[in-house]
């Protein structure tokens, strides 16, 4: 079970290494984990996905809630949420293999942001699966490096 949960915090030192910290003695893993300022300089949000039992879900959920720097805890539900994720990635081509590269960009709603003479780096967003889906497709060019933000997610309506 993917437990998705849409964190506030206070915007201070040390609170993400608490978070973190706090899965760490717990064994629970963490699948992703982006964090950013909000409208407020001093609230961050963060985008935390674990994947694991629902019991564990359900434990993360209220070990969350009895932080002091914790603001608000919400768990999104899949269905109901919209999740995003952005990758970039350098990918070698030839003379032979340029063309459908680009028609494989083109295809995936991917941009070609950078073109040396032996390697294209592609920007995509979309939701995490399609992302990894498109990093599947681009194995058999020869993938040299990849950037990705994590899972951002927020509820629907």
Known sequence: MKGIFSVLVENKDGVLSQIAGLFARRGYNIDSLAVGETD???VSSMTIVSTA???TI???EKHLNKKLDIIKVRRLD???SVSLEMMLIKVSYTAQTRSSLIELCSVMGAKIMHISA?????EIHNTPDVVGEFLELLKSFGI??????GTISMAKG
Do not use: F, G, P, Y
Request: proline fraction near 0%; aromatic fraction near 0%.
């Open 58 to 60: 359900d434990q993360i």
């Open 78 to 80: 899949e269905a109901k």
């Open 144 to 149: 040299l490096e990849v950037q990705r933000t």
């Open 53 to 55: 039992d629902a019991r």
């Open 40 to 42: 407020k300089h001093d």
């Open 118 to 122: 032996k390697s294209i780096m592609i």
